[in-house]
């Protein structure tokens, strides 16, 4: 089955630190590909998406490329601040015609960062 | 939009007794899932739904549990009996069902069950 390997946390950094959280999948055709976010109290929320290779995802300074040969897309983001404080969640789509937009997340990075 | 709308937000029960949660998925959105977080476990899909037929179920732990969506504006998940080790916070989420189709997420029922 579809699977997701994301960077083990916790991940502390200064604020206006460059941030990177790995995430690598396995999918059997051609998955979309998200980064969710998940502040303290709340449920997830889309962070961005990317939808065929060498598509790049961007929102609030995080950015994420689609590397089909690689099978992998890490979030970046050049300056932290102490509001991007949360837990990232790495998703691949299910590509089969019966997943309806079923996801499989990863067990989640969280992020501390730190004035 | 009022987004995805899960009730109730905390919920403590004994064990032995049933609980039911609630969500109300965005209009227009025709698939549905059944998410179960902990922190040993992470995020678990328990099942989902298209235009109201359960599509997989394979994720329910258990007998215990079913999940019911009678129209397409209300779900529901059931527990009964009620056991300690369900105790974790559990999210609804809808999407338009599409392999690029964001999930969007409702705030969740933490549920506590002594």
């Known amino acids: 089955g579809d699977s997701v390997t994301q960077m083990e946390g916790p991940v502390t950094l200064s604020e206006e630190a460059f941030l990177t959280i790995n995430c690598t999948y396995t999918?059997?055709?051609?998955?979309?590909l998200f980064w969710y976010v998940q502040y303290p109290g709340e449920g997830l929320q889309l962070l961005l998406k990317?939808?065929?290779?060498?598509d790049k995802g961007s929102n609030k300074g995080f950015e994420a490329t689609y590397r089909k040969e690689t099978t992998s897309f890490h979030l970046e983001k050049g300056s932290v601040q102490v509001s991007d404080s949360a837990v990232y969640f790495c998703a691949p789509s299910n590509a089969g015609g019966t997943s309806y937009g079923k996801l499989t997340f990863g067990q989640g990075t969280i992020l501390t960062v730190h004035p | 939009d009022a987004g995805v709308i899960q009730s109730p937000r905390h919920e403590v029960t004994e064990m032995g007794q049933e609980v039911t949660l609630r969500c109300k998925p965005i209009s227009g959105h025709n698939s549905l899932f059944w998410y179960r977080q902990t922190m040993m476990r992470g995020l678990e899909l328990l099942i989902y739904f298209n235009n109201n037929v359960p599509i997989d179920d394979s994720g329910m732990p258990e007998d215990r549990f079913s999940a019911k969506m009678p129209n397409a504006s209300f779900s529901t998940l059931k527990i009964q009996p009620s056991e300690p080790r369900d105790s974790a916070v559990y999210f609804c989420?809808?999407?338009?069902?599409?392999?690029?189709?964001?999930?969007?997420f409702g705030n969740g029922t933490r549920l506590t069950v002594t």
């Open positions: 999918a059997t055709g051609y998955p979309s």
């Open positions: 989420a809808s999407s338009l069902g599409q392999k690029d189709s964001p999930l969007h």
């Open positions: 990317a939808t065929k290779a060498d």
